[in-house]
């Protein structure tokens, strides 16, 4: 028997989970196709959201309108999954030199900056070292990712509208709208993170993947309840346990670990914790990262009905519900994005 939708979404990372959350609010029928993948990038996904970063302390792009939208949706999903995985917490940014503790005072006292930077804090030196000082980076937030995408895929499960499927391009049937073996769909939107690079309809976007490699590590000394950030970060997760990491590497696109990761990761690690810590886990994820670092939308421009969202790289937590409500108001209302996110902004 034929299914008729109104969308069909492929790939049920952060990005086309929220695309599916929104589709849903607004009352419209979908079908989520994804093949479960334990090294995709939200299932690896450190889950932090920091409003100010760098040396020089810079706000993250559009952080003051998509930190408060993505509170309130995560907050909202946390209930209707009755589950909680999103978490506000502060960050100490660990200065390397007294440089960067005055860079910090002279940055926390701009307006624009004020709700973000915190007091200079000196932590306990047997745990975390602070020769310098820690600025506390405020509205900070811990996702965990892994565990929301698996609770929203268990809920499209117990709803009928997952397919847990490889999607299989020779199958998709185009004419004024899009069928999908047994499914007919007004318009489809592909959400494959770095898997793009595979789709024949969006494969000449120029995404710049980022491979990312991080630990978990068991440090029973550590009695930090707060992110520790300095080059890399380290994330209480409870139980003793904490994720460290992230590597960026731009040449090697398998999803494994490697000992060279492994060892970038320790030699930061060991600069700031001064207690006993043992490897649980490693893990390996690529970033849909983009050249301009801006998530990219939109349809294709010789076939209407199929669309496009991804492109966000380091920050799906923060990006992914905001432009997933901007996106689908963009296509309800029959208008373009804007330039510096469109996929119009490419020759494909
Ligand atoms: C090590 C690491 C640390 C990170 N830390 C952070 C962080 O602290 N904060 C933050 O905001 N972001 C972080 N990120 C980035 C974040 O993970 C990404 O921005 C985000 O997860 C991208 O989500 P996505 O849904 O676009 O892609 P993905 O998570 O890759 O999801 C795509 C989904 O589509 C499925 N799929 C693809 N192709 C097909 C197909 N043909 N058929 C069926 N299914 C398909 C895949 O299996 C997958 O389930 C980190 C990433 C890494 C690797």
Same mark, same amino acid.
């Given at each position: 028997? =034929?299914r008729?939708v109104?969308? !069909?979404?492929?790939?049920?990372?952060?990005?086309?989970?929220?695309i599916a959350?929104f589709l849903l609010k607004r009352?419209?029928?979908?079908?989520? /196709?994804?093949?479960?993948?334990?090294?995709a990038?939200?299932?690896?996904a450190?889950?932090?959201?920091?409003?100010?970063?760098?040396?020089k302390m810079?706000?993250?792009?559009?952080?003051?309108?998509?930190?408060?939208?993505? *509170?309130?949706a995560y907050k909202?999903?946390?209930?209707d999954l009755?589950?909680?995985?999103?978490f506000?917490?502060d960050i100490y *940014?660990i %200065?390397s030199?007294?440089?960067?503790?005055?860079?910090?005072?002279?940055?926390k006292s701009d307006s624009?900056y004020?709700?973000?930077?915190?007091? !200079?804090v000196f932590?306990?030196?047997?745990?975390?070292?602070?020769?310098y000082?820690a600025?506390?980076i *405020?509205q900070?937030?811990w996702?965990?990712?892994p565990g929301?995408?698996?609770?929203y895929r268990?809920f499209l499960s117990?709803?009928?509208?997952?397919l847990?499927?490889?999607?299989n391009f020779?199958?998709?049937?185009?004419?004024e709208?899009?069928?999908?073996k047994d499914?007919i769909?007004e318009?489809?939107i592909?959400c494959?993170g770095?898997?793009?690079?595979?789709n024949p309809?969006?494969?000449? !976007?120029?995404?710049?993947?980022?491979?990312?490699e991080q630990?978990i590590?068991?440090?029973e000394?550590?009695k930090t309840?707060?992110i520790?950030?300095?080059?890399?970060?380290?994330?209480p997760?409870?139980?003793? =346990?904490y994720t460290?990491?992230?590597?960026?590497?731009?040449d090697d696109?398998?999803?494994t /670990?490697t000992?060279l990761g492994r060892?970038?990761i320790q030699?930061?690690?060991n600069k700031i914790?001064?207690v006993?810590?043992?490897?649980?886990?490693?893990n390996?994820?690529?970033r849909p990262?983009?050249p301009d670092?801006r998530?990219?939308?939109g349809?294709?421009p010789d076939?209407p009905?199929?669309?496009?969202?991804?492109?966000m790289?380091?920050k799906g937590v923060?990006?992914?519900?905001?432009?997933?409500s901007?996106?689908?108001?963009s296509i309800?209302n029959?208008t373009e994005? %804007?330039?510096e996110?469109? /996929?119009n902004r490419?020759v494909?």
């Amino acid at each position: 028997m =034929l299914r008729q939708v109104d969308y !069909i979404i492929v790939g049920q990372g952060i990005a086309g989970s929220m695309i599916a959350h929104f589709l849903l609010k607004r009352g419209k029928k979908i079908l989520v /196709v994804d093949e479960y993948n334990p090294n995709a990038s939200s299932n690896i996904a450190a889950g932090v959201v920091n409003p100010v970063t760098g040396r020089k302390m810079v706000k993250t792009w559009l952080i003051d309108e998509i930190l408060p939208f993505a *509170k309130e949706a995560y907050k909202a999903l946390e209930k209707d999954l009755n589950i909680s995985f999103f978490f506000e917490r502060d960050i100490y *940014k660990i %200065f390397s030199s007294q440089e960067d503790a005055e860079i910090w005072k002279v940055k926390k006292s701009d307006s624009e900056y004020e709700q973000y930077m915190g007091d !200079i804090v000196f932590l306990d030196e047997t745990e975390v070292k602070t020769p310098y000082g820690a600025g506390i980076i *405020k509205q900070c937030c811990w996702m965990d990712v892994p565990g929301f995408t698996k609770a929203y895929r268990a809920f499209l499960s117990q709803n009928g509208i997952l397919l847990a499927e490889e999607f299989n391009f020779e199958q998709l049937e185009l004419t004024e709208v899009v069928r999908y073996k047994d499914t007919i769909a007004e318009k489809i939107i592909f959400c494959e993170g770095f898997k793009a690079y595979k789709n024949p309809f969006f494969k000449k !976007i120029p995404f710049a993947f980022a491979k990312g490699e991080q630990l978990i590590i068991r440090a029973e000394k550590l009695k930090t309840d707060k992110i520790i950030s300095r080059n890399i970060f380290i994330i209480p997760k409870g139980n003793d =346990l904490y994720t460290v990491g992230s590597t960026f590497i731009w040449d090697d696109l398998e999803e494994t /670990v490697t000992e060279l990761g492994r060892k970038e990761i320790q030699s930061k690690l060991n600069k700031i914790i001064a207690v006993d810590y043992t490897i649980v886990q490693e893990n390996a994820g690529i970033r849909p990262a983009m050249p301009d670092r801006r998530p990219v939308m939109g349809s294709h421009p010789d076939y209407p009905q199929i669309y496009i969202f991804n492109g966000m790289g380091t920050k799906g937590v923060s990006l992914s519900p905001y432009f997933a409500s901007y996106f689908l108001d963009s296509i309800d209302n029959g208008t373009e994005v %804007f330039r510096e996110i469109s /996929v119009n902004r490419f020759v494909i």
